[in-house]
């Protein structure tokens, strides 16, 4: 059974940087594309950005471009999101999320991620 488990959250100020991570267990993590994931209070779960299993593809969403960095440590089982210029905007709780890679990989579609971790809380004060 994989699981995933997020750490590195925590309290910042806005401009300031914070690293996620995500550990993975329970399959082949080199087979599993991955992603980061936010909801905040009140709001949809979004996507953020997310990476192919070799790591050889990264994607962002716009909100994120330019300030976040997705990577990923296959002899790890790690996954990790650098968080860079952070603003109040960017409070949520950041979920990791696996997706056992195939030919077709939406980065973005929540609904193709077949597990999730249990999250934790960013927090960007201004």
């Known amino acids: 059974q994989v699981q995933l488990v997020e750490s590195g959250g925590g309290l910042v100020q806005a401009g300031g940087s914070l690293k996620v991570s995500c550990v993975f267990s329970?399959?082949?993590?080199?087979?599993?594309?991955m992603g980061w994931f936010r909801q905040a209070p009140g709001k949809e779960r979004m996507a953020v950005a997310a990476?192919?299993?070799?790591?050889?593809?990264?994607y962002y969403k716009e909100s994120v471009e330019g300030r976040f960095t997705i990577s990923r440590d296959n002899a790890k089982n790690m996954v990790y999101l650098q968080m860079d210029s952070l603003k109040p905007e960017d409070t949520a709780i950041y979920y990791c999320a696996a997706h056992q890679s195939s030919t077709r990989y939406a980065p973005f579609s929540s609904e193709i991620y077949d597990y999730w971790g249990q999250g934790t809380q960013v927090t960007v004060s201004s």
């Open positions: 329970g399959s082949t993590f080199r087979n599993y594309d």
């Open positions: 990476i192919s299993y070799s790591g050889g593809s990264t």
